[in-house]
């Protein structure tokens, strides 16, 4: 197999900072090796997508130290915001930049017009990049993120136990979710909300100020980022994840959390409705609201807890979405299979 250069984001393997993208990049680096392609990882350091300019001249070294005909594989948060680094060699390398949240401006537009491919993460990301950019519709490929096989949640009667993974950040809408739990304060429940607390440091602090106000502080929990057995424990004792999201080009904590059987409450916004799906009866495996909207979020959480009709049908479906969800390996495969279309254009 060939030899594939990869570049990364030098935050790639910070427990403190996960990502879905991050997440995203280590599989599929890993799952490519396994398929026996030469992965050589470069990580760049650098606040991306917002470089330094001394970051910037670094990312432009290691292009430059590459092979000519080289085959690299180049992280969206990185490629989206460097069109001069990646137009200077774009001659001489074959570019594949892997976008998972397009930022629909001209940098990118000048920086994906370099690329020899392009690998969406989403379909939606796709029909995004396409409808507001002047690619070449065959050379813009999606794969789609996978998920690992994962215990059953056995989850409560009662459904009381909440769960919200996603940075604790404005664009993931956890103050939504707290005006909306603010309106139910007479049912049962707990929130625990998993994810980093210093990417936006302002947000956190007025989160927990309407935490406080609405005397809230007791029942919703900042736990901080978790990995491994910690998350896996946390989607356990989970009867409903919670994913208010303003924005979302997939949504990789849906699956996850579906790959347990664990019904979901969405912002129907970007990739999400796809990540969702449906069970092999029609029905979705959670539902679906308008972003932004607390009124809405409140209604369905109490539809979950008042009805147990609602919640053994979300639950029936969810399980039985459960055994139709994509592994790694699909995902792998389909990178696999645009490297090597990349490579004969």
């Known amino acids: 197999m060939p030899v594939l250069h990869v570049i990364l984001p030098g935050d790639i393997d910070d427990p403190a900072s996960p990502s879905g993208g991050n997440g995203y990049d280590r599989r599929i680096c890993a799952g490519l090796a396994d398929a026996g392609w030469s992965v050589r990882e470069h990580q760049v350091p650098g606040a991306w997508p917002e470089p330094s300019p001394t970051e910037h001249a670094a ?4 292009l430059a130290g590459l092979p000519d005909d080289a085959l690299v594989l180049v992280d969206g948060l990185v490629a989206s915001v460097t069109p001069d680094a990646l137009a200077a060699h774009a001659r001489r390398l074959r570019l594949v930049a892997l976008v998972h949240l397009p930022r629909e ?3 990118e537009a000048r920086a994906l017009a370099s690329a020899t491919a392009i690998v969406a993460t989403s379909v939606w990301t796709r029909d995004r990049l396409l409808r507001r950019y002047a690619l070449p519709a065959d050379r813009v490929q999606v794969a789609a993120p996978g998920v690992d096989p994962a215990p ?3 989850g409560s009667a009662a459904g009381s136990a909440l769960l919200c993974v996603a940075a604790v950040a404005w664009h993931k809408g956890q103050d939504v979710l ?5 309106d139910v304060t007479d049912r049962a429940w707990t929130l625990t ?3 980093p607390l210093h990417r936006d440091p302002a947000f956190v602090q007025r989160l927990r100020d309407r935490l ?3 005397r809230l502080d007791g029942r919703v929990r900042l736990a901080g980022p978790l990995t491994g057995e910690r ?8 009867d409903l994840l919670v994913h208010p999201s303003r924005g979302e080009t997939y949504g990789m904590v849906v699956t996850e959390a579906l790959a347990r059987g664990i019904p979901v409450l969405a912002s129907a916004v970007g990739g999400v409705p796809d990540a969702l799906g449906y069970a092999a009866t029609g029905d979705r495996p959670g539902v679906l609201v308008p972003p932004e909207d607390p009124a809405a979020l409140a209604t369905a959480l109490r539809q979950w807890w008042d009805d147990p009709t609602v919640r053994t049908r979300l639950r029936a479906a969810a399980a039985q979405r459960r055994a139709d969800l994509d592994d790694w390996t699909s995902t792998t495969n389909r990178i696999g299979m ?3 279309e990349a490579m004969a254009w």
């Open 59 to 62: 990312l432009a070294g290691v």
């Open 105 to 107: 401006d001209d940098t």
């Open 152 to 154: 059953l949640a056995v």
């Open 178 to 182: 707290v005006e909306a739990l603010a």
């Open 193 to 195: 909300c998993v994810g």
């Open 212 to 214: 406080a106000v609405h």
């Open 231 to 238: 998350l896996a424990a946390a989607y356990a004792a989970t």
């Open 338 to 340: 645009a490297l090597k």
